[in-house]
C-alpha cells in the first residue's frame, strides 16, 4: 500500500475547529486507499509563548531545558489531532519523536536527525491506525529529548518520508505553495509549479522560511519529492524536486529576505598567515556560523575583515571577537544588527551574464546602499540597512522577475 507523508504547520493547527479541519484531510487520503503517517506543529505561534515563558523565569535558556520545555508544544497537538481522527470513526495513534524511532544528535536546540527507526511507525500502519508523530523532535542516543530548530517540523516529516519510502511528503501551510516572494510581502509574487532542490535550498537557506532549509537538503540526499500545499483549500502546489531542463531554463526563481543578520568588522587586522585562521576557528569552536566575510585590500600591512552571524549568535559573537583583536592586534571592532540580506536565486544566472548588475541597478534605484555582496552559482545576495529591506525586495522582484 502507497504512504504518504502529510505535515501541517502550526498555522493550520492553531484551534480545534482547524484540528478537525486537519482531521477531515488526512481522512480524505487515509479513504483513498493510503496508509497516511502525519507530523504536525505546535498550536499557532505556542513555540514562541514557551521561549517567552522560559524567558521570564530567568537567564535564558539551558538547553536541555528548553528542549523539555519546546517539546511540549507538538505533543499538544499529536493527542488532539488523533483524537480528532477517532471521533471522525477513524483509528490513530499519537507519537512522540522518540516513540517513532527518531534518533538525533546530540546537540540541543538544533539538533540533527542521525536516523529514523521506522518499525514501531510501520506496525501500527499494518494494524491500520493513521500515525500521528510530534515535529521538531526527537530523542538523541542518551535518551535525551533533543528539538531540530525552529521550523523543524519540516524536517520530521521529509526524514520520515525518507524511512518510510513514502511516495509523497507533502507540506501543508498558510500558503498555497513556494512564490517567487513571500507573497505576504509581495502580493505580485507568482505560485511556482515546480522547484528544483538546489534553488529551493538556497531560498530557504536565503530567508524564505516556508520550508526549513535542512528539509530540503534531506529531501535532495534521499529523493524525497516534497509537495508544498494550503491546509485552507485545495490549490495545486508546488513541488519541489530534482531540477529538470525546463527548470534550469528558468533564469531566476525567487528573491528572498532575511533580517536575521548581523554584520561585525574587525579594524586595521595585520595582514599576515594565519590570523584568518585565528578568528574564524574561534568563532567556529563555539558553533558560531559565520555567513559572508569580506576581506579589504592591504594598505600599509593592515586590512579589515568584516562578516556576518545570525542576529541570535550576536551576544556570544562579540567576545570572542574581542578577545581575538587583541590577541591578533587589531585595533578596533564594530557591529550593526540592523542590517538584512537580500538574495536572489536561479539555476539560469549561471549561464547569463548581467544579472548582478540588473540586482545593484534596482538597488541603486531606490537610493539604496549595499554594505556587502556574495554570490555563488545560483544566488547573488547583499547586506543592506534593515529598514530598506522590504522596499529592496519589492524594487528587485518588480523589476527582474515581475516582468519575466
Ligand atoms: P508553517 O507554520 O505552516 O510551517 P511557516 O510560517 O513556517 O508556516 O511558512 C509559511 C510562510 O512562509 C508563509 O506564510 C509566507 O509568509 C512565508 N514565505 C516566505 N517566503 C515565501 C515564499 N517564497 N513562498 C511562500 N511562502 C513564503
Ligand atoms: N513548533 C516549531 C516552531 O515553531 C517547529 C515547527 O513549527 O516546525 O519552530
Ligand atoms: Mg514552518
Same mark, same amino acid.
Given at each position: 500500500?502507497?504512504?504518504? &507523508?502529510?505535515?501541517?504547520?502550526?498555522?493550520?493547527?492553531?484551534?480545534?475547529?482547524?484540528?478537525?479541519?486537519?482531521?477531515?484531510?488526512?481522512?480524505?487520503?487515509?479513504?483513498?486507499?493510503?496508509?497516511?503517517?502525519?507530523?504536525?506543529?505546535?498550536?499557532?505561534?505556542?513555540?514562541?509563548?514557551?521561549?517567552?515563558?522560559?524567558?521570564?523565569?530567568?537567564?535564558?535558556?539551558? /538547553?536541555?531545558?528548553?528542549?523539555?520545555?519546546?517539546?511540549?508544544?507538538?505533543?499538544?497537538?499529536?493527542?488532539?489531532?488523533?483524537?480528532?481522527?477517532?471521533? %471522525?470513526? *477513524?483509528?490513530?495513534?499519537?507519537?512522540?519523536?522518540?516513540?517513532?524511532?527518531?534518533?538525533?544528535?546530540?546537540?540541543?536546540?538544533?539538533?540533527?536527525?542521525?536516523?529514523?527507526?521506522?518499525?514501531?511507525?510501520?506496525?501500527?500502519?499494518?494494524?491500520?491506525?493513521?500515525?500521528?508523530?510530534?515535529?521538531?523532535?526527537?530523542?538523541?542516543?542518551?535518551? /535525551?529529548?533533543?528539538? %531540530?530548530?525552529?521550523?523543524?517540523?519540516?524536517?520530521?516529516?521529509?526524514?520520515?518520508?525518507?524511512?518510510?519510502?513514502? /511516495?509523497?511528503?507533502?507540506?501543508?501551510?498558510?500558503?498555497?505553495g513556494v512564490y517567487t516572494a513571500d507573497p505576504r510581502?509581495?502580493?505580485?509574487?507568482?505560485?511556482?509549479?515546480?522547484?528544483?532542490?538546489?534553488?529551493?535550498?538556497?531560498?530557504?537557506?536565503?530567508?524564505?522560511?516556508?520550508?526549513?532549509?535542512?528539509?530540503? /537538503?534531506?529531501?535532495?540526499?534521499?529523493?524525497?519529492?516534497?509537495?508544498?500545499?494550503?491546509?485552507?483549500?485545495?490549490?495545486?502546489?508546488? %513541488?519541489?524536486?530534482?531540477?529538470?531542463?525546463?527548470?534550469?531554463?528558468?533564469?531566476?526563481?525567487?528573491?528572498? *529576505?532575511?533580517?536575521?543578520?548581523?554584520?561585525?568588522? %574587525?579594524?586595521?587586522?595585520?595582514?599576515?598567515?594565519?590570523?584568518?585562521?585565528?578568528?574564524?576557528?574561534?568563532?567556529?569552536?563555539?558553533?558560531?556560523?559565520?555567513?559572508?566575510?569580506?576581506?579589504?585590500?592591504?594598505?600599509?600591512?593592515?586590512?579589515?575583515?568584516?562578516?556576518?552571524?545570525? +542576529?541570535?549568535?550576536?551576544?556570544?559573537?562579540?567576545?570572542?571577537?574581542?578577545?581575538?583583536?587583541?590577541?591578533?592586534?587589531?585595533?578596533?571592532?564594530?557591529?550593526?544588527? *540592523? &542590517?538584512?540580506?537580500?538574495?536572489? &536565486?536561479?539555476?539560469?544566472? &549561471?549561464?547569463?551574464?548581467?544579472?548582478?548588475?540588473?540586482?545593484?541597478?534596482?538597488?541603486?534605484?531606490?537610493?539604496?546602499?549595499?554594505?556587502?555582496?556574495?554570490?555563488?552559482?545560483?544566488?547573488?545576495?547583499?547586506?543592506?540597512?534593515?529598514?530598506?529591506?522590504? +522596499?529592496?525586495?519589492?524594487?528587485?522582484?518588480?523589476?527582474?522577475?515581475?516582468?519575466?
Open positions: 500500500m502507497q504512504i504518504v &507523508v502529510q505535515k501541517f504547520g502550526g498555522t493550520s493547527v492553531a484551534s480545534p475547529e482547524l484540528i478537525r479541519n486537519v482531521a477531515r484531510r488526512v481522512v480524505s487520503a487515509k479513504e483513498q486507499g493510503k496508509q497516511v503517517v502525519v507530523a504536525v506543529s505546535a498550536m499557532g505561534h505556542t513555540t514562541d509563548h514557551l521561549i517567552d515563558l522560559a524567558r521570564a523565569v530567568g537567564d535564558c535558556c539551558p /538547553e536541555r531545558e528548553m528542549d523539555m520545555l519546546l517539546a511540549t508544544g507538538e505533543q499538544v497537538t499529536i493527542a488532539l489531532l488523533a483524537m480528532a481522527l477517532q471521533n %471522525l470513526g *477513524h483509528r490513530a495513534i499519537s507519537m512522540t519523536g522518540a516513540q517513532a524511532g527518531i534518533l538525533t544528535d546530540e546537540a540541543h536546540t538544533k539538533a540533527r536527525i542521525l536516523k529514523i527507526d521506522p518499525v514501531r511507525i510501520q506496525k501500527e500502519l499494518e494494524k491500520g491506525n493513521i500515525v500521528v508523530v510530534a515535529g521538531f523532535q526527537g530523542m538523541n542516543v542518551d535518551h /535525551e529529548t533533543t528539538t %531540530l530548530g525552529r521550523g523543524g517540523s519540516d524536517t520530521t516529516a521529509v526524514a520520515l518520508a525518507a524511512a518510510l519510502k513514502a /511516495e509523497v511528503c507533502e507540506i501543508y501551510t498558510d500558503v498555497d510581502l509581495i502580493p505580485d509574487a507568482r505560485k511556482l509549479d515546480l522547484i528544483s532542490y538546489d534553488e529551493m535550498l538556497e531560498l530557504a537557506s536565503l530567508g524564505a522560511l516556508v520550508l526549513q532549509a535542512r528539509s530540503v /537538503e534531506v529531501a535532495k540526499q534521499y529523493g524525497v519529492t516534497i509537495n508544498v500545499r494550503s491546509s485552507f483549500n485545495d490549490n495545486p502546489g508546488t %513541488l519541489v524536486k530534482e531540477s529538470s531542463d525546463m527548470e534550469e531554463c528558468r533564469l531566476l526563481s525567487g528573491v528572498a *529576505h532575511d533580517i536575521n543578520v548581523a554584520k561585525i568588522g %574587525l579594524f586595521d587586522v595585520p595582514d599576515r598567515p594565519g590570523i584568518a585562521t585565528h578568528l574564524f576557528k574561534a568563532l567556529a569552536d563555539e558553533k558560531i556560523n559565520v555567513d559572508m566575510i569580506i576581506q579589504s585590500w592591504m594598505r600599509s600591512g593592515r586590512n579589515d575583515i568584516v562578516f556576518t552571524v545570525t +542576529r541570535d549568535d550576536l551576544s556570544k559573537t562579540i567576545p570572542i571577537v574581542e578577545r581575538v583583536m587583541k590577541e591578533i592586534g587589531a585595533l578596533g571592532m564594530e557591529y550593526n544588527d *540592523h &542590517v538584512a540580506k537580500i538574495s536572489i &536565486v536561479g539555476a539560469g544566472m &549561471v549561464t547569463n551574464p548581467g544579472v548582478a548588475a540588473n540586482m545593484f541597478e534596482a538597488l541603486a534605484k531606490e537610493n539604496i546602499n549595499i554594505n556587502m555582496i556574495s554570490t555563488s552559482e545560483i544566488k547573488i545576495s547583499c547586506v543592506i540597512e534593515e529598514d530598506q529591506a522590504v +522596499r529592496a525586495v519589492e524594487a528587485i522582484h518588480a523589476k527582474m522577475i515581475g516582468k519575466l
